[in-house]
């Protein structure tokens, strides 16, 4: 009985260590990657908003455009179909160039538009010349085409390192990144998505989707994702007014979802 005991003990020391060890682990991921993990506050080094801490429950749906015109007319007619009055769109300028038609149809419907950049490459591998060119050029072509100056950007493939964030923030961008991603550019199937943004969803959360014509099925599980939020309770908004809400809580907003991943991730859970 003693032996089992010790026994006992032992892997219940071994579990805590383990553990304990796993959170230093998390809190030397955070460490290093701070400058990827938060974003709104006073402060001002440079950073990208994955969420607002929020006890409402408001959730922001947000769509990356680069290429195609199949995919953005039906994603548009579910939003309104379902009186989904409020989401935004981040577009590429070069797509926005060439589709203006599908930039003014969003506009129109009143959702709100940032950009996506310029070229759809990994800003980080780019000269600090060459990323002020491509957050300029986008920023101009969005600017024309829809006559409003945009504030928020989301960068091609969420890339970035603080050169990019300083240089962002230099031109009057909050950088937005997200908190749950769809997956829905993997096309694993209709249910595999509203299953994924539906069990990850939280207040204050940012949701990535695609509005490109790489997406096969996001305007079939639209609609089922917009039901179940709704039964959830979801208030669906801009990024803007969840930028808002944390403007008004007037303190620094953290990332938590994402600091526990990295804990449950080291602990191997």
């Known amino acids: 009985m003693n032996n ?22 998390a809190v030397g991921i955070i460490y290093v990657e701070k400058g990827h993990v938060t974003v709104f506050s006073e402060e001002s080094s440079p950073s990208a908003i994955y969420s607002v801490s929020t006890e409402k429950k408001v959730i922001a749906l947000t769509f990356d455009i680069s290429w195609g015109d199949k995919r953005t007319e ?5 939003l309104k179909d379902k009186g989904v009055q409020k989401a935004t769109f981040f577009l590429s300028s070069p ?28 800003y980080s591998g780019l000269n600090e010349e060459e990323i002020t060119r491509q957050i300029s050029s986008a920023h101009s072509i969005l600017t ?7 504030k928020l950007l989301r960068l091609p493939n969420g890339d970035f390192d603080k050169r990019v964030l300083k240089i962002a923030q230099n031109k009057g961008y909050s950088v937005i990144q ?21 069990s990850k969803a939280h207040p204050g959360d940012i949701v990535l989707l695609h509005a490109s014509d790489s997406v096969k099925q996001t305007h079939e599980a639209l609609p089922i994702i917009i039901d179940e939020l ?29 600091v526990q991943q990295e804990i449950n991730n080291a602990a191997g859970m």
């Open 95 to 122: 797509w926005s160039k060439s589709h203006p038609e599908i930039v003014k149809a969003i506009q129109q419907q009143g959702y709100e538009i940032g950009s996506h950049g310029h070229k759809h490459v990994n």
């Open 178 to 198: 997200w908190d749950t991603d769809s997956q829905d550019w993997m096309n694993k199937g209709v249910q595999t998505i509203v299953d994924r943004v539906v």
């Open 144 to 150: 024309d085409l829809t006559g409003k100056e945009p």
């Open 230 to 258: 709704r039964k959830k309770g979801y208030e669906f908004v801009t990024v803007s007014d969840l930028l808002t809400e944390a403007s008004v809580k007037g303190s620094e907003v953290r990332d938590q979802t994402w």
């Open 74 to 78: 039906p994603i548009l007619k579910v």
């Open 4 to 25: 089992f005991f010790y026994v006992l003990n032992g892997k219940r020391i071994k579990k805590f260590f383990f553990v304990f060890t796993a959170a230093l682990f």
